[in-house]
């Protein structure tokens, strides 16, 4: 096939709980591959020294785990949208990944922007196994699409050079799952039963809908069922390797998980070109035919019969049928039959393998590389190999406080109609699940558009009005001054400024204290908005000024308002209970006249006219160049 198209990926579902914020945030970060014995796998003489030995390090908990690179990282919180367990923890610019909460769906990957997002598996422990030389080599069938343009045959040469002893296609894991699964298809003893091939799918269904748990098919998944058999046929010290993309989580009969691109990398530390292999096998194959199963691990009678009873077989892709079909099953008691689910597409919609859009060019590639169907079956039914599973209930994660989760709810605030916004914006389908996220570390405010657009007018009227008076804040007074003045030069009406201070402001602050004389201020803001017209600007200048413009006024009208207000801030005095003299202020006025405009500043003016109005005496009125 051709070289597929350059695209980006598309995120997906989302939904589940949560888990403490500081628990389990991985943070050692080494070239985005994280050697799980301690040592960086970019320093190849680190690794050697490890290697020789062949000692496998010891293993961690999940094989394959998901890192982001701080450095990449800005904080976009994409990633925190689209995952479905609330597994990124989210401290201020600080976005990181918690193992505990990690199902590895990989929804993430596509979703940043910044490919800040990286995966890696236990690339140490896979490199102690080929070092050995005795080691096997699980590759799925995937290997395929991610190594195009290489080869098949490329590929498994370069894994054997690069120390793995024999080379599996996971044929033979399919292989016995789907004679499990067929045998449990023709068991009409059953209602409900939900394939379990699929990591994720289990460990979501292990954490977040316990009630399903019976209903999952007590079948292994392909790779686990293919390493016991594997064991059963050569010995139970084999060690065995597993590399692809729905790598098995916390099982023993792997020794090491790998990605693709650990693969790469295991090769390059050997010193291994994939190109530069021949194009035929080096040695002869192991099993890649078919005889019973379709790839994943469902085998073909069951696919065949399922298109003629429907009602038996439902095939769901996405995590996101998990609410409908756990309240189908767990609270409706209906029999669904055999549910196929998969939290993609399969293996190659895998986001670690690539965009989205590529799914139907990977496709047709692998299926190109497809031996022919055996026409006997490819498995030894001699040899005894269990390809059962039971699955335990994971106890649900740390609930939040809810009286933490009722107050993060009342800052957010309703919508207008009075109930909560709910419109999923944030990446969660309520705001109380936001909300529970948030209050644990695994979501911020800044997700949330209602609150961020109530923050935003909240500035803007924070910046339009002063706090303590109500009236108009410097920063408007400027603006609408000179939209005043050119909307008096096109209508060739004037207006006029008045600039308002209140006499020894701070003689009555030393006297009666600042709270006091905030009082005085709020109730001279009251009288000066009662004097003006609506269509009039009062604003608080800074301090005890004020000022005030009155559109379509002039001087001789200006100081008519400004007696009359002097007037009135004398009588706040008298209402507060001061003495008569206590609160006085001095009043200067300014005039534009559109028809002969002054030179500078018309607050300068005013200004002026204020300390002509305080040289008077104070408590008084003036306007510049009066007598």
Known sequence: ???????????????????????????????????????????????????????????????????????????????????????????????????????????????????AIHASGEIGRALTVAARGDGILILSAEATAHFFPATPEQVVNACYAAGFRTVHRGVIGDELVAAEYLSLWRDAGWGTLIRSTDPVVVETVRIDYPELVPYLAPVTIPAVAEARYLRAQHGQELRIVYAGVAAPRNTPELDAAVTFE??????????????????????????????????????????????????????????????????????????????????????????????????????????????????????????????GATFDIRPRRLASDPTAVAALLEAIGPGPNGRPWDCGA?????????????????????????YQ??????????????????????????????????????????????FIDLDRFKLLNDRFGHEAGNEVLKAVADEIRSAVRASDLAARYGGDEFVVILTRTDLHGARRVAEALRAGIEGVGRRLGYEVGVVTASIGLAEFDPASPSEGDLLVTADRALYQAKAAGRNAVANEGAA
């Open 1 to 115: 096939p051709r070289e597929p198209p350059k695209s980006r990926g598309s995120p997906g579902d989302r939904g589940a709980d949560t888990v403490p914020k500081n628990q389990g945030v991985r943070t050692r970060l080494s070239g985005w591959f994280l050697d799980i014995c301690g040592v960086s796998p970019l320093d190849s003489s680190q690794v050697r020294v490890n290697i020789d030995d062949g000692v496998l390090p010891q293993a961690v908990g999940e094989r394959v785990i998901f890192l982001i690179d701080p450095e990449a990282c800005v904080a976009c919180l994409a990633c925190v949208r689209v995952c479905p367990t609330e597994a990124v923890a989210v401290d201020g610019t600080l976005v990181q990944i918690v193992d505990e909460a990690c199902i590895a769906c990989g929804l993430c990957l596509p979703a940043c922007p910044h490919d």
């Open 262 to 387: 650990d693969l790469e990398r295991i090769f390059e530390l050997r010193g291994v070109s994939v190109l530069g292999q021949s194009d035929f096998f080096a040695r002869i194959p192991e099993e890649r035919r078919r005889h019973l199963s379709a790839a994943g691990g469902l085998p073909l009678a069951m696919l065949e019969e399922a298109r003629h009873a429907s009602r038996r077989f439902r095939t769901m892709r996405g995590l996101r049928h998990l609410p409908a079909l756990a309240q189908a099953v767990a609270v409706d008691r209906l029999d669904l039959g055999f549910v196929d689910l998969l939290s993609f597409e399969g293996s190659l919609d895998h986001p670690l393998l690539g965009p989205r859009d590529q799914l139907y060019w990977r496709r047709a590639l692998v299926a190109s590389a497809e031996p022919p169907r055996s026409p006997q079956p490819v498995v030894d039914g001699t040899l005894v190999a269990s390809v």
């Open 426 to 450: 944030c990446g969660f389908t309520t705001c109380a699940r936001f909300a529970s996220a948030a209050v644990l570390g695994r979501a911020t405010l800044r997700q949330c558009p209602p």
């Open 453 to 498: 657009e109530r923050r935003a007018e909240e500035a803007s009227r924070e910046a339009a009005v002063d706090l303590l008076t109500g009236l108009a804040t410097f920063r408007v007074l400027r603006d609408r001054l000179g939209h005043e003045i050119e909307r008096s030069k096109r209508s060739e009406e004037g207006f006029a400024v008045m």
